[in-house]
């Protein structure tokens, strides 16, 4: 069997496991301990010196979610991490900034839409993007206290991924119970303003932990290169481009690394919390790293590679001019990659930020899988190109063995 053919089995088998055997890797849940744990193992057997630096996460379930008014009942789901609450209360409605600062709905039901609904609100402790607005709007709800939370939304894929209604609140340190809904239920729902509403939400949050799996070679050299891929994913999505695909990729690097032999370390970083709102595994590794991340030549990251259509995109920040010529010419020898945009909603930012040398590896219809498939059940092995994966680990060895030979 030829080396491309067995790798190719390989990432059949790793699909199938992470996206069709584990029910889900939601961070905190069994399957994903069961996701690290398989990763540890492959790593191991690969000859890499493994560690799994752990933290406390939770964990969250919900049973479902109802909403009656008299004789009507309208379709709600629990916001993920939410508190679970039974409440009948008046219901109150807010459209805009000004309608809520206005608004008196302490221990009522308040519903929110249109103008304050856009976007999915940043987790209060999110560390790396935390616009003020979002920051302003969160404090309000706080302030004002009401009893639970509906929040109505329509799609933005940007943001959201694809996912319909989006969940407007998905924060395990915001502790009001909520739920969210369309667009469409919402306006049915803001016609009964000021009327008794009855919501019950069966969620509940569960102490958990997780890891990140950390495989090194060669770990006393003073220069590594960090090869990164998140492991969890959001709840409600087998995660196959998000982000199967990019751990699938860094098992197989595994292996095509197993002799490197140079004056670099390298690390492959299984990273676990891209897709929670406390992005708990990128803090753990930015603490481990503290004052020593100059001494990372280039840091990797893979999300969303494989789609099955389009090619594979690279992007490249922070890099030296020599470096990035090596790289760019890398990408002529093989058909299915190319250079694409520069782009920053994965963990290459946390590279980045920092100037740190940084290449991003995903697909080139990103915009158009995120809007079809990410965060959503469709995320299945189907959309996943076997072979594209394998080009891409062929590819990104090479440029690890030309980045070594480079000096500067
Ligand atoms: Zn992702």
Not at 32 to 43: E, K
Not at 46 to 74: E, H, M, N, Q, Y
Not at 75 to 97: D, F, I, K, Q
Not at 299 to 328: C, P
Request: hydrophobic share 40%.
């Amino acid at each position: 069997m030829s080396r491309s053919t067995e790798l190719n089995e390989a990432v059949s088998r790793y699909l199938q496991f992470l996206c069709v055997d584990l029910p889900t890797r939601q961070l905190g849940s069994a399957g994903n301990q069961a996701a690290t744990d398989f990763c540890a193992r492959v790593l191991r057997s690969t000859g890499w010196d493994v560690t799994t630096p752990g933290f406390k996460c939770l964990d969250w379930v919900t049973r479902g979610a109802a909403c009656r008014a008299g004789a009507k009942t309208f379709t709600v789901h629990s916001s993920p991490y939410s508190n679970g609450c039974r409440v009948s209360a008046t219901l109150r409605t807010a459209a805009t900034l000004a309608n809520l600062q206005f608004l008196d709905c302490t221990g009522e039901i308040l519903l929110l839409t249109d103008e304050l609904t856009r976007e999915q609100l940043m987790p209060k402790k999110y560390p790396f993007y935390n616009p003020e607005t979002h920051q302003r709007l969160v404090a309000i709800l706080e302030e004002k206290a009401p009893a639970a939370i509906i929040t109505a939304t329509s799609r933005n894929p940007e943001l959201a991924g694809a996912a319909y209604p989006f969940p407007l609140i998905e924060d395990g340190n915001f502790d009001i119970p909520s739920v969210y809904t369309t667009d469409r239920v919402g306006a049915k729902l803001a016609q009964l303003a000021d009327q008794t509403v009855h919501l019950i939400s069966q969620a509940e949050r569960i102490p958990s932990t997780g890891v990140n799996v950390v495989g090194r070679l060669n770990p006393a050299a003073a220069e590594k290169i960090v090869i990164c891929a998140h492991v969890d994913t959001k709840l409600g999505t087998p995660g196959a481009l998000d982000n199967a695909a990019g751990v699938i990729t860094l098992l197989l690097l595994a292996d095509l690394l197993k002799d490197h032999a140079s004056d670099y370390g390298i690390e492959l970083l299984v990273m676990n919390g891209e897709d929670y709102y406390g992005a708990h595994g990128e803090l753990v590794w930015l603490e481990q790293n503290y004052g020593n991340l100059r001494s990372i030549k280039l840091f990797i990251n893979m999300d969303a590679l494989g789609y099955i259509k389009g090619k594979t995109a690279f992007s490249f920040y922070n890099l030296l001019e020599q470096t990035l010529a090596v790289f760019v010419e890398e990408l002529t020898l093989h058909p299915g990659v190319m250079e694409g945009e520069q782009w920053y909603q994965s963990d290459q930012s946390i590279a980045v930020m920092n100037g740190v040398p940084a290449m991003a590896v995903t697909s080139e219809y990103f915009v158009e899988l995120c809007k079809k498939y990410t965060h959503t059940a469709a995320d299945v092995p189907g959309v996943v190109d076997a072979e594209r994966l394998v080009e891409a680990a062929f590819t990104i060895r090479n440029m690890v063995n030309a980045l070594v030979q480079i000096e500067d």
